[in-house]
């Protein structure tokens, strides 16, 4: 029987009504497994402590009494928990919130829970997850930005500190399993290398499982996947998918656990990947939404206000917000860039379904246990707005716009059969962002639009909702989450946790609006800064200021310095933030701007930092770095993985990698050393028993060819780039020696200046995920070396003419 068909009966199940317990004490009494006794437990610092034993003074077994066993255990009747978080969807994207993509997970869950339609996040990645975990604000847990743009600054350090533990460990110590599944994305790079600390990795953030990648993003069909913290090889499966395998992963955990301890209950955070860059997903998905798109996104915006207004999801005098006016119109474009931009849309549609199907083969795996009354789902439909980050034109190969290269549309069109599928890694044009954000006006990235922030969110959980398929109005954060989960499973939030004080959760428990859609709303004042785009939302009313639009950087319309730009919006009356009524109400915009400063004071939200791609660079952004001052570095087999930010950074300089090799055979084909991947990066190989190197510069593939076999023996293989200097992407002379001798030489003309790949990172004797080379070296997996690496030495040699 099919997900859809297994899972229908969801909408007509009858929801059983109760309240909910909230815990006056931070002291539970508990049964005991094996007496009549119980036990106290004392909650408020954790980890419980285990009593010591008594002292036996008899001998013989028979005169002492067996002991009880000792276990922490939730509290009677702790719900399962699942968090289910998908990636720069948008709020106007779900047909559960009225969109233009079939969602029927969300919707079922909706038609039986609660949908939530100013549920907010953080505007990026990142710092919603930080809050989503923790229950705080984002800069309160320094993760004000991404960790590749982290700055030297508390707030904005990306450091989770050990004072604001994650709802998952509290959860974890309170008798709860606890699994992770899929994108991360909280740990700073120069963390990720066996060298560590693993102190900010999922498995110890809470998490007893985690299956999935660490990075911001990761290619669907050659994944770089950690079981934990250690690298694993995706299966070997026609037509694999990581949004698939994860969910397989999810499942597996989940009816191993329920089938070793069923009174025991689960904790889940699946982060999906979709529908973050790349878009990929398969060709009978993207064939359902042909010609879906071919009116443009103009016309989708109309649209998507009407089909939301019809839904009940905003009100009926809701407008839509003028957009910037370097938003082109779609009748502006040639009719080759409407093919195009249209088939951009079906793909990132097919996957945003496609990422909703898997969340519901996990949804059908916890009813088919028999779990799902008793489940609280939460599903949040994104983690910030759709991403505008496709710029104005999309991409085949987003590694383009990760570096400033423009693509034509002709050479965009000769990619269509190909867009989603593995020869690609697409991301669509910025007026998509827009039209799936509506009717709002911006995107993620802009803190102070609800475009940015604003994501559709289902709450489902019978034994808890009296009545399902209503909508909640409350205003509400990602940091209410973790608050939610904790009067949900009855406990307290603990003083103490492994001895350290914890500051207090921030957020607010939704608890209150189960059984009450119009209860008064308790989250009244939330603040938003991301890149010095910031706001604040105050008991219905938002004021806030662009610095920049993402499309438009680095020229800015506004300045933190000049602290001008500033709008303000009355939310009660206008749900898309579409009238600024600042002259209007000139006090209470100061006052507005009074609270958001006392916020900012608060949250360490201090000094705005407004620059964006400045802040890749480590020592312009004040960030630490693994290396400092080293310009060369040794690199043996078994360093596989290791992100940009942990080794040497060769790009823009004149550079070298050395081998040392002991060849013993004939077949020891295979990569010695390669960084990046398919779609940007470089590899030193061997293959027919000569030493290669391939620059892949983002899909265009330069090799460079020993003219001589390796002999038997030890040799030394050693390739260097002379670079050209000037700044950067420049071009550069190479050339390859071996035991001394020039066997090639010859020019690179351009080179990749600022990112060989998001999270493929570098692999001493074989090429994990997609290959650099695309194509396998040698017999074995990975392009694996077959022969002996004795080392490898990677060196910089920076110049002043370099930048």
């Given at each position: ?92 994207a ?7 993509v ?99 990795w999922?498995?110890?953030q ?55 301890k ?42 998507n ?51 909703d199907y ?23 439909t ?6 505008p ?83 909640r ?6 940091n ?24 207090p ?6 608890i ?21 785009n ?9 004021a ?11 020229n ?58 400045q ?88 090799t460079?060819k020993?003219?001589k076999?390796l002999?038997?023996g ?30 090639a ?10 990112r ?18 695309v ?29």
């Open positions: 029987m099919s997900v859809r068909s297994r899972f229908t009966h969801l909408s007509q199940q009858v929801a059983l009504g109760g309240g909910i317990l909230i815990l006056s004490t931070a002291s539970i009494t508990q049964a005991s497994p094996n007496s009549s006794s119980s036990v106290v437990f004392d909650r408020s610092k954790l980890p419980i402590a285990e009593p010591k034993p008594e002292k036996v003074t008899k001998t013989l077994p028979a005169d002492v009494p067996m002991p009880e066993q000792w276990e922490v255990k939730a509290p009677q009747g702790a719900p399962n928990v699942v968090i289910i978080l998908l990636d720069d969807v948008g709020f106007a779900p047909s559960a919130f009225g969109g233009a079939n969602m029927p997970t969300a919707e079922k869950l909706a038609s039986n829970g609660l949908r939530y339609n100013k549920f907010h996040t953080t505007a990026l990645c990142a710092p919603t997850r930080a809050a989503l975990k923790s229950g705080r604000n984002h800069h309160k847990v320094n993760m004000g930005s991404i960790p590749e743009i982290a700055t030297g600054y508390a707030g904005n350090s990306t450091v989770v500190p050990d004072y604001a533990q994650p709802v998952a460990e509290i959860l974890r110590l309170n008798g709860y399993n606890t699994g992770a599944f899929g994108k991360w994305h909280e740990t700073p790079g120069r963390e990720t290398t066996a060298a560590g600390p693993q102190t900010r999922p498995t110890r809470g998490f007893e499982k985690f299956y999935g990648f660490v990075g911001a993003e990761d290619n669907m069909w050659d994944p770089t996947i950690h079981d934990g913290v250690t690298v694993v090889d995706a299966p070997q499966k026609e037509g694999y998918h990581f949004t698939e395998d994860m969910t397989d992963q999810a499942i597996g955990w989940m009816r191993q656990q329920k089938s070793i069923p009174d025991k209950p689960f904790f889940i955070y699946y982060s999906s990947a979709g529908a973050h860059s790349p878009h990929h997903v398969s060709k009978e998905w993207i064939a359902k939404y042909k010609g879906k798109f071919d009116q443009g996104w103009d016309v989708l915006r109309q649209q206000l009407q089909n939301q207004i019809k839904a009940g999801i905003v009100p009926e005098a809701t407008q839509l917000a003028k957009t910037p006016d370097s938003v082109p119109s779609w009748d502006s474009l040639t009719d080759q860039q409407k093919r195009i931009y249209a088939r951009q849309a079906e793909v990132f549609a097919a996957y945003v379904e496609h990422s898997e969340a519901g083969r996990l949804i059908q795996a916890i009813d088919d246990l028999g779990e799902l009354d008793n489940t609280l789902i939460i599903y949040i994104g983690d910030n707005g759709a991403s980050e496709g710029d104005f034109s999309g991409h085949w190969n987003w590694n383009h716009f990760l570096n400033g290269v423009e693509e034509t549309p002709d050479e965009q069109e000769k990619k269509l059969d190909e867009w989603g599928g593995p020869t690609t890694y697409p991301m669509y044009h910025l007026g998509w962002a827009i039209a799936f954000n509506s009717p709002f006006a911006l995107s993620k990235q802009v803190a102070g639009d609800f475009g940015g922030t604003r994501n559709g969110t289902v709450i489902h959980w019978p034994e808890r909702i009296k009545q399902g398929g209503g909508v109005t409350q205003f509400s954060h990602v209410d989450v973790a608050p939610t989960i904790l009067e949900a499973a009855n406990l307290p939030m603990p003083n103490t946790m492994h001895g350290i004080q914890q500051i959760m921030q957020g607010t428990s939704l209150y609006t189960f059984n009450d859609p119009n209860a008064k709303e308790r989250h009244n004042t939330q603040y938003f800064e991301i890149i010095g910031r706001g604040i939302y105050h008991n219905g009313w938002m806030r200021t662009t610095i920049m639009y993402p499309w438009e950087a680095p800015k319309i506004n300045s933190v310095e000049k602290d001008d730009g500033w709008q303000l919006y009355d939310t009660t009356q206008d749900f898309s933030l579409a009238n600024d009524l600042a002259d209007q109400y000139p006090e209470r915009l100061k006052e507005m701007k009074k609270i958001f400063m006392e916020q900012a004071i608060e949250n360490q939200v201090l000094p705005l930092d407004d620059r964006l791609l802040r890749l660079v480590p020592s312009v952004a004040g960030r630490p770095t693994l290396l400092g001052d080293r310009t060369s570095m040794d690199l043996y087999p078994g360093a596989w993985n290791m992100v940009e930010d942990s080794i040497l950074n060769v790009k823009n300089t004149s550079n070298s990698i050395t081998a040392y090799l002991d060849v013993k055979g004939r077949d020891e084909d295979g990569v010695i050393f390669s960084q990046g991947g398919r779609f940007g990066g470089w590899s030193l190989y061997v293959e027919n028993s000569s030493p290669a190197y391939s620059y892949n510069y983002m899909g265009e593939i330069f460079f020993s003219d076999s002999p038997l030890k040799s030394v293989v050693r390739f260097e780039l002379d670079y050209d200097g000037g700044g950067t992407g420049k071009g550069a002379d190479v050339q390859m020696t071996l035991n001394g001798e020039v066997v030489k010859g020019r690179l003309e351009k080179t990749i200046a600022s060989f790949s998001i999270d493929e990172g570098s692999d001493v004797g074989l090429d994990r995920g997609s290959a650099v080379t194509k396998t070296i040698g017999p074995r997996r990975n392009s694996a070396y077959g022969g002996q690496i004795d080392k490898v030495t990677i060196q910089i040699y920076p110049k002043e003419s370099d930048q």
